[in-house]
């Protein structure tokens, strides 16, 4: 940790203490997680789960980043390095009294059912949601706190006693730890309402205090649902009848498509609530997509341009330089390589060459057909042995360069197999 410098304490968990750090190498500020445990080695560091996930999902960007794991052997401190955020959910409705803009929670509400979408695609299921682990920095919002995750292809049952009782499903509190990556969307549910009320949805003083809490509003489910939980749990639960008064009264001001996804996620029968990719799909998030599809399409066409526009630059200059080509080569055209001197016919003046023998003239070599007669039986006649007649006399330069001439011999060539 010595790479680091303290700044302040931002908050502090059962297993873990969050301090605010800035690098000692680049000067950025992060949030350091300072592990209460004690890790032996750095196989035991690389086993923790809630490493093993923000490596395999960062990055992401609704998920927080992952920037360094510090380990010391010696005193077998751990602390997990991570981008600083401005706040959590928690704090930003904490004894506010304006309410969010309906745009401003579908923006985070989408944004958190992106994170969940891509982490349930990873295999990974939360366990934990709820607004103190749901981080902001302006109009962003990232997931965070992975120390109760889970893979989805791990081996029920799980822990029982797993999630803030206020954000956990009923499956959760109900069972002996059959319960499924579905519980992320009823904790965001529960996380919905609150950031739209200002208040927490089932706040539960107790385990059946939370049961009552949650039949107040959704009523008590069908026999059906109840006869699911009793097969994985031993005790035995008859609840009284209850109507339930529903999420309208609570939550007067919202629009309807917003109050029919906040049922689809606090889904009492966790096999016919929503997930995260099918509530990405829901009308509420209509207009976020249709933007989002905007964006994208402008993002290529911007793209498009670029390379239209650099394809167009290289013609440019291919055209260019073709042009200076064909202006050179016309101009070579046009105005031919002229001689000096004049163009008309002049005679030269005899030269007298002093000092040179006497040319001696040679008679021209004559030659005789190669054929003798015609044939005339229509054969083909025969060619016959060309024989030269006529001087055949070599200098002595002509010798002597004969004879000072080298052959050469090339080396014949290999041909090899594969070009690369």
């Known amino acids: 940790m010595n790479k680091y410098k303290p700044i302040g304490k931002i908050g502090e968990g059962t297993f873990s203490d969050v301090l605010k750090t800035q690098s ?12 209460k445990q004690h890790f032996e080695s750095i196989e035991q560091v690389n086993s923790l789960r809630e490493i093993q996930a923000l490596r395999r999902l960062n990055p992401h960007p609704n998920i927080l980043m992952l920037h360094e794991v510090v380990f010391d052997r ?48 990873n295999g990974i299921f939360h366990r934990d949601v709820k607004p103190e682990n749901i981080l902001i920095k302006q109009d962003t919002l990232k997931l965070g706190d992975f120390g109760s995750c889970r893979s989805v292809y791990s081996k029920q049952p799980y822990t029982e006693y797993i999630s803030t009782r206020w954000y956990r499903a009923p499956e959760c509190l109900l069972t002996d ?47 059906k649902t109840l006869n699911k939980f009793k097969q994985s749990r031993a005790m035995s639960f008859d609840f009284p009848f209850k109507k339930g008064t529903g999420l309208s009264p609570h939550v007067p001001n919202i ?81 031919p390589i002229r001689h000096h001197g004049p163009s008309c016919g002049i005679e030269l003046p005899k030269l007298n060459v002093s000092g040179v023998t006497k040319l001696t003239s040679y008679p021209s070599p004559s030659f005789h057909s190669v054929f003798t007669e015609p044939a005339t039986n229509g054969e083909v006649p025969v060619l016959q ?35 690369y």
């Not at 500020?29 to 300072?34: I, P, R």
């Not at 739209?196 to 026999?223: M, R, V, Y």
């Not at 011999?409 to 070009?419: D, K, M, T, Y």
């Open 177 to 223: 730890g059959y319960y499924s990556y579905k519980m992320d969307m009823w904790s965001s549910g529960c996380v919905f309402y609150e950031i739209t009320s200002f208040h927490p949805l089932f706040p539960g003083s107790n385990e059946l205090d939370q049961i009552s809490k949650i039949h107040d509003i959704l009523g008590t489910p069908a026999k």
């Open 385 to 419: 042995p060309i024989k030269y007649i006529g001087t055949n006399h070599k200098s002595e330069k002509q010798k002597e360069l004969k004879s000072s001439m080298k052959q050469y011999h090339l080396p014949a060539i290999e041909r090899r197999g594969g070009g």
């Open 255 to 335: 629009s309807p498509k917003s109050l029919s996804l906040m049922y689809a996620m606090i889904e009492y029968d966790p096999d016919q609530r929503i997930g995260a990719h099918q509530a990405l799909q829901h009308p509420y998030f209509q207009e976020l997509r249709t933007a989002e599809k905007q964006a994208v399409t402008m993002h290529r066409k911007m793209r498009l341009a670029e390379n239209i526009v650099g394809q167009e630059s290289i013609n440019l200059w291919c055209i260019s330089k073709d042009g200076n080509r064909q202006h050179s080569l016309r101009k070579t055209q046009e105005n």
């Open 74 to 121: 010696k005193s077998g401190c751990l602390a997990l390095i991570c981008e600083l955020m401005d706040m959590n959910i928690y704090e930003l409705i904490r004894g506010r009294r304006k309410p969010l803009s309906e745009k401003k929670i579908m923006n985070y509400m989408y944004q958190l059912c992106k994170s969940l979408d891509h982490m349930h695609r």
């Open 24 to 35: 000692l190498r680049d000067g950025n500020y992060y949030a350091c997680k300072q592990m």
